[in-house]
């Protein structure tokens, strides 16, 4: 069972930058994949972003590639989500999960995800 949890999440502007942050605990294995997932009202969860587990490969959505940057620090336990150059469209409920699926295969799929935290909104004003 591995444990997740998320913060950073805030009111911001248009343009401005915001970093999230996803803690993990319990037991973990070194071929295990970590998304980033978002949530607007009305909408389905869609996927943002992921890193390997060592931090060494990523993979981003169309919609933040180049603006969004994903790493994962395994000293720390913790993946972190900088969003830069933010717009009223990332406005969301941001989720962190954790899935045994390879990265380029099972990571933009919320359905092989076994693990998830409990969200952190994100809002951007214009």
């Known amino acids: 069972q591995v444990q997740v949890v998320e913060s950073g999440g805030g009111l911001v502007q248009t343009g401005d930058s915001l970093r999230l942050s996803c803690t993990t605990s319990?037991?973990?294995?070194?071929?295990?994949?970590l998304g980033w997932f978002r949530q607007a009202p009305g909408k389905e969860r869609a996927f943002v972003a992921a890193?390997?587990?060592?931090?060494?490969?990523?993979m981003y959505s169309d919609s933040v590639k180049g603006r969004f940057t994903v790493s994962r620090d395994a000293a720390k336990n913790t993946a972190y989500l900088q969003m830069d150059s933010l717009k009223p469209e990332d406005t969301a409920v941001y989720y962190c999960?954790?899935?045994?699926?390879?990265?380029?295969?099972?990571?933009?799929?919320?359905?092989?995800?076994?693990?998830w935290g409990q969200g952190t909104q994100v809002t951007v004003s214009s």
């Open positions: 319990g037991r973990t294995f070194p071929t295990y994949v």
């Open positions: 999960g954790v899935t045994t699926g390879l990265l380029n295969i099972a990571a933009k799929m919320p359905k092989t995800y076994h693990s």
């Open positions: 890193v390997t587990w060592n931090g060494g490969n990523t």
